[in-house]
């Protein structure tokens, strides 16, 4: 397990700051030993939504485009592309790209992807995704570099290499997933079989400006600073997540990793490349996870009715909804009806699994954890 990772300053989204923190964690996890002439690399960027690069929440067009050159210079063939939440198609991916300023890349030499086929692996090793759908630009590269944003999530706690990965399910295929998956240990059980059938080359994050608060799409920006690289997606993330206040034991797909001796236990296990100390956000803003309080579940029919009790839950601000309906037609359980053009949610048929959160377009849900799991937390 090569549980290196490199970390670099980059204060903004500005040349040469971009090209010498690309060049420094690129170099420290031996770019040049990865990526040879010829070699199609597939950059999977995080594009969750279309939405602008300053709002945070997708990796910045710019720093995109900065390692499309680079690894143009190493004579591959470059083609970026992501499955956002949402229909698969020309018409709609199209629309992400140009919002996110994803044509950038172009410029750079790369392509952006234009193949929206899907296809089934098997893959009966795995845990959890023994058959899954994928996109299938991602048959047509030699390696994949993994591009994430780092940013909170409902669900998972924190969004960063691991959860990146997610984008190679096709968007209209996320929320079947999701209703598969309903525990969170489990969904992050599937998130790691993916990362290890697609297994990244290389895995980066963009942490110069990261979402805070209600991620992983409507959060506000908060500017960390930092660049980091690593061969693992487990290592990266362990780091990302001391960046924000948190721990491997508060991320799911951080706690199966280590779990499964795929990735550290703890933040000692890294073998860390530069300091961390002037990049870590000690009053980052984190979401209302019910972390710590697993300690408290068990098995069975009480140990559900614990869980279900302290679990976080999404709740809607209302006078930020435009009845727009977008989470009644994203949510996987068929939990939402409109009531007097507003969401109601049937709580006893929601999963937790915060699409209708990540996906609103006004940020009017958010994630709340009820008050006994908050006062049990601070204890
Ligand atoms: S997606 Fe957001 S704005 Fe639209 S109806 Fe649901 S809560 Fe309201
Ligand atoms: S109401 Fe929201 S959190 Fe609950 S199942 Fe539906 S989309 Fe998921």
Redesign the pocket.
Known sequence: MDNRVFVSPCGDYVMPDMERALREVLAGVGIEDIIKPGMRVGVKVNLVSAMKPARAATTHPLLAAQLCRILARLGAQVVVGDSPGGLYNQAYVGGVYSLCGMHEVEKAGARLNHNFDTAQADYPQAAYAKTFMYTSWLDECDCIINFCKLKTH??MGMSAAVKNMFGAVPGTFK?EY??VY?DAYEFAGMLVDLNEYFKPVISIADAVVGMEGNGPTAGSPRRIGALLASRSPYALDAVCAELIGLHVSDVPTLSYAADKGLGPADISQVQLEGSLDKFIVADFKKIDRQDGLGFLRGTGFAGKVVSKALSS??VLQASKCIGCRK?EQ???????SMRRSR?S??RG???????????CPKGA?VVRRPLVARVLNRK
């Open positions: 409902g669900m929320p999701h209703y309903p839950r999404p989470c994203i949510c996987p359980a068929k939990a939402i969401p949610i049937d048929a929601c999963i937790r699994c915060f699409c209708c959160q990540e996906f849900m």
